[in-house]
């Protein structure tokens, strides 16, 4: 209710976005390689951590109530759904490569390995798709617990480093295991015995009800082939990569990973709102499938972390290409402004 009326529902949407943007930036900045919580507790900040809880709550909060203000606003429209769920699947992989600093990478003393990094990311952006995927069948978008948990446990991560310092992260908790295995644990637990079950449950209900939107079972699963394809390539150049690029490299490969995922799902949540078929290959596939062969046979030699820097910088500049037409062919169509309550003049 404190929202004006004049502010534009994608306005808050894309304000959240922004923050946890910066957020991370500023991170990256101060610790590029993962390394600073494990082996110089001081490098980063302690206004660093503070920030950080501060931009989740207000993303959080954002994301939260630009549906309601949309609905306030009477301007709900599949622009601003799209604008929503879109910018979610990358969001989703920028909170989690933000968090990764708080614990840091394993110096054979405390951390987290970057093979657990990826697996951890991996799990996150498995939840996020299962969520699309069940409303592709279904038609519902059921949002579980997790999502609201993940965030308090961000905000209450960012606030405990900021007041005691990255040391808590480097101690035992419980029973000899620190908090970082307690929170893999929980994620773990989460995924495979709540929320993908529940995915599940709730997909057979529909089918029980005959409220499936697709009847054939290869129509069902077809949009969880590029999404599994893309998982199985980048998984490939991360176990038989000559160079260990992971390892040289993790916040780069990092963060190719949730840009190539979020285009992936944007693929997904369109067909899923406009009731079409997704295709079944995506097209980043193909030139990944061409760096990875290269990578892990050994054309590419000493040149793969410029290869990786390379792929990625394409791989992003090509995401947001794809966000910025959609979006401009959504406000055209529906002769509205993204970022504006105005309506288009008619031509």
Known sequence: QIVPLWIAPNLLTFSGFIMILVNYFLIS?????????????????????LFSAFTTFCAYALDSIDGKHARRTQSSTPLGELFDHGLDSWATS????????VCSRDNGKTGVSVYTMYIYLSIVLFNFMCSHWEKYNTGVLFLPWGYDISQVV???????????GVEVW????????????????LLIGFSLFLSFPQTLYNIHRA?????????????????LVSPLLLFLLLTAWVVLSPGNILVKQPRLFLWMVGVAFSNVSC??????????????????????????????????GGTEEAM????????????????????????????????????????
């Open 308 to 347: 990786l820097a390379a792929v990625t910088a394409l791989l992003t500049a090509a995401h947001v290409h794809y966000g910025v037409c959609v979006g401009k062919q959504l406000s055209e169509h529906f002769n509205i402004y993204i970022f504006s309550l105005k309506k288009r003049v008619q031509e």
């Open 207 to 223: 089918h029980l009800k005959k409220t499936l939107k697709n009847d054939s079972l290869y129509e069902g699963l077809l949009p």
């Open 94 to 101: 920028i909170f989690v490569l933000s968090f990764f600093s």
């Open 29 to 49: 900045f101060y610790d590029w390689d993962y390394t600073a919580s494990g082996t110089s507790p001081g490098l980063v900040p302690t206004w660093v951590w």
């Open 154 to 164: 961000l905000i209450a991560a960012y606030l405990l480093t900021g007041i005691v």
């Open 267 to 300: 693929k997904v949540i369109i067909c899923q709102m406009s009731s079409t078929r997704p295709e079944l290959f995506h097209w980043f596939l193909f030139p990944l499938a061409l760096v990875v062969y290269a990578a892990i046979s050994g054309l590419l």
């Open 170 to 185: 480097q101690k035992p908790f419980l029973f000899g295991y620190y908090i970082t295995d307690a929170l893999v644990i």
